[in-house]
């Protein structure tokens, strides 16, 4: 198993990146570290010791945070682009990236491609909660989603959940509100209709608290929701942090009650810190495509390349293919009577699955 | 000034809303208890105190948290009938309620009615951040949004954070995500557009974390999203509360040092009660109307009369009609070269804004 790394892609490129793959490598993991190769060099030339396994492929070129996403179809030698065709020829099994999040999915869609019977791969990130975690996606890679991606992602949501979080018959909810009349429109309605035929264990319409309720193990949504719920989410976590931080600091009660309870708080911030995570998988592309937070530090590119690792280990590329193409061939009749891919749809690209 | 509670709805009607009802009474605001007159009346009786100011409207039917909201059609005689009913002949100035959303929505647009150049009113909630506080809408009184509806959000948040917030220019963003090409598609691109020509201190896009990040003063959103954003961010700060103690709790110096730290932890917690806020106002109604949680209890009851009273205190609802005319004039040259509410447009009401 090999993994490519995008060392030119994030804020601290690359720097963190070419630290956080050689910890990786210490572990085992071969490794493909794609950028100038001059810099590379030097960086891997002040480290300590540079372990055994890795590998370095040149790229001219750097998708900067600033560019345009589309910048990485003219930027032909740049890291992104290089990782993507690694992946593409099967050189890799799997591509991480901290860098512009855009330019990665364009690089994932145009060169890499989907899986047969996915339009649109998805985001898909894990929230914990009290009965185990919930996978929801999709956290941004789309802005729509209609009701034959929502079932897409609720596939590949389920096999997610099935081979990485060891959830035996995933319950699939759909993103809805509850507050309006007829919960959330005609779109809606389809995408309910549309996954109640997926043959999947479908528990109907989920709110926005669920995904810590635990009620669900996938949830769908289209990539603007998923997005504006991920970010809000990891900035209230943030926000409550500093909060507690400010309250037990400003008194020298709560500075020595916090001392005498470290080890509690220690637990806690481990079991709260996104960055264990690491990185996201880009799911329904051919091969393994992970982004990490652009803020990535060597830590966060440590466990987004032991992510990646886990998810060649668990074969999750074949076992999304198979289970999308078992379901695939049932789309047809489902979807067909419902009118909800013509071409002469109301609902062209630009509008939204609710 | 008088205000008029729905005594009947919510998980702990009426027993809860009345004590709360009284609780507010006693700080010398003047109410309207609307629900079945005999029950009022024993609860009533069954206090230590009755405070002066209060009044008892009787209602002979309840809309149930399970009703359809267009039941309300149905149930004339419903107490969130007869509240709203009380607003539209300014016998009140304002609603409160905790009973079925979608109902008060529905009692409110047909039976009250919107201020001229609202076409629908818009749930506002307030998330404290560091910089002070930034007021979302909307939360969830409609699942989808046209340009000319975040135009109206903008204008009514606008308002709603000069008066309320006291922000003295307030900064308006709106919700986009940023990962993704030409962020946000076509509809989103509208939007910008209009609220670029509004005349306000129009910020542009703005991401789920900018919640917290205090980098504007308003956000406006569809109805879907900020619902998934609200419900989210409630669960999440519970999920993590929850945590927190359990790692506290598990340890025995966890214990001692949260019990030394309490002042710290009973001041962290105040900050983050969101009963405290007690209610969202549904700006753009002709009136003061709020919706409590449906798990309100006395004090969220206390909270939310008092945010009423706010609201009419500072005039909010004739300072929203006078901002939403100025702005409206220019509507109509704003948005005819868009062809934004053309009967022809593809965005039909099942659209999404984005």
């Not at 061939?329 to 002469?344: H, K, V």
Request: glycine letters at 12%.
């Amino acid at each position: 198993m090999r993994i490519a790394i995008d060392a030119m892609g994030g804020d601290h490129a690359p720097g963190e990146l070419v630290r956080g793959a050689c910890m990786a490598a210490a572990e085992g993991i071969d490794l493909v570290l794609v950028g100038e190769s001059g810099r590379l060099g030097e960086e891997l030339a002040a480290l300590p010791k540079r372990p055994p396994g890795i590998e370095v492929v040149h790229a001219s070129q750097v998708v900067t945070m600033e560019d345009h996403p589309l910048a990485v179809r003219q930027k032909r030698d740049s890291s992104i682009r290089i990782c993507a065709r690694l992946l593409k020829e099967e050189r890799v099994q799997a591509v991480v990236t901290a860098g512009n999040t855009g330019a990665a999915m364009v690089a994932a869609k145009t060169v890499v491609g989907t899986i047969e019977g996915v339009d649109r791969p998805a985001l898909a990130a894990v929230f914990p909660n009290h009965r185990g975690k919930t996978v929801v996606l999709d956290i941004g890679a789309n802005v729509s989603a209609r009701p034959s991606h929502l079932r897409q992602f609720a596939v590949m949501g389920h096999v997610y959940a099935q081979l990485v979080n060891q959830t035996d018959r995933p319950r699939v909810g759909l993103m809805s509100v509850g507050v309006e009349e007829g919960k959330g429109g005609e779109m809606l309605r389809r995408a309910f209709r549309v996954l109640e035929g997926t043959g999947l264990n479908f528990v109907g319409n989920v709110e926005g608290g669920d995904v810590y309720s635990g009620e669900a193990d996938v949830i769908v949504c289209d990539g603007f929701v998923g997005n504006v719920l991920l970010k809000s989410n990891e900035a209230l976590a943030g926000y409550l942090a500093a909060l507690l931080r400010r309250e037990l600091g400003s008194r020298w009660l709560g500075r020595l009650g916090a001392l005498i309870a470290r080890p509690a708080f220690a637990a806690y911030k481990r079991r709260t810190d996104w960055s264990e995570y690491g990185a996201v998988p880009l799911l329904g592309v051919r091969g393994g495509f992970f982004i990490a937070h652009g803020r990535s530090r060597a830590h966060a590119i440590q466990s987004a390349v032991r992510r990646a690792a886990e998810f060649c280990d668990a074969d999750l590329h074949r076992r999304l293919r198979e289970k999308v193409a078992e379901l695939h061939s049932r789309e047809e009749e489902l979807l067909a009577p419902l009118g909800e891919d013509g071409a002469d749809s109301p609902w062209d690209g630009a509008s939204r699955p609710v």
